[in-house]
């Protein structure tokens, strides 16, 4: 090495060329771009946490377990506490399944369009990523995707149902054909349900301890616990055995395990919540189905897809114009002059249906 001259670090190799997740944030009066909740958590959920935190002993490390709060979501769901795995944010569930189940040598499958970070954090864990295709209308094809699994032998399958960012439920035969499919080469089921409260249906009744199915769940989104960052799996008790080996020691610290267990306190709150947001979902579809501009996809999430016929980032930005942010997808691969609008508040969705009455006829001509 020449004197003097120092040599930079570099991350490894297969790093150096990926991009970072980006989700732009622009400050403006309605934001309808990243799926939160448009309430603020119920006023008695936040006097109960304030309470239960000032009786906190915060020289202490926090339960390394999380057992009440694994309890209390066992509870609620009617699974065993052994099946229970909490991390901070569904994403660091998802990075520790990887963690556990994916690594060099190993493969992912996802299936596109689908949810960024699936593919992005099994790259960043030196998993090689499959992608597996959907139908037109975003469906997965059992039979085909079945036999990709079977095929491509991943170690690691996930399944995003409702689907971000289409909306799209997977039907129960899809996911036991996958299952299937699944336990024949020895992979792991990951069928990611961030949106699963606001769905007909749940994967979490395939859950047990004799396959290798796994739901994951967010706090993010019906909690209207974005800030707290709490998620959490379903798994066969022997999965989150693996886990627990893998996640740092007292990641999740004790305030987020409160705010956990006393969330689930307010659960008719929360119902009542996802049932606005559900018929909110179903008010904006109908309003912006009704555009001939506009092509738009069935949805079981707290979103809904939609398609330009015509320029979709010139309508994504006369919609930034009048103060309304959703998140443009016009440009990615397979999402041609696609928006993803995130329901909001009543007075939200009317500023953007607003917004878009006033648009669509000049961005349509
Ligand atoms: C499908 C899906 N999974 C997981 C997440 C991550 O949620 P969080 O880490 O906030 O729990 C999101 C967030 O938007 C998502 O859309």
Redesign the pocket.
Known sequence: MTPGISRRALPREDLQALEGYHSPQIDVPVRLN??ESPFAPPPGFIDEWLAALRELTFNRYPDRAARDLREALGTHLGQPTERLFCAN????V?QTLLLTYGGASRRALVFEPT?A?HGHIARLTGTDVVEGERLPGFLLDPDASAALVRDTEPSIVFV?SPN?PTGTVEARDTLVALADAAADVGALLVV?E??GEFSHWSALELVDDSRSVVV?R???KVWSM?AL???FAVAPAWVVAELEKVLLPYSLSSPTQLAGVIALRHRDEMAERVATLINERERVAAALNARPELRVFPSGANFVLLQMHGDGHALWNALLEKGVLVRDFSRWPRLPECLRVTIGSRVENDAFLTAMREVLPEVAA
């Open positions: 990243t799926n944010g569904s994403n660091e998802l949810y970070l995003c971000n990611d961030a949106y994951v967010t706090y993010s974005a960052r709490l998620g």
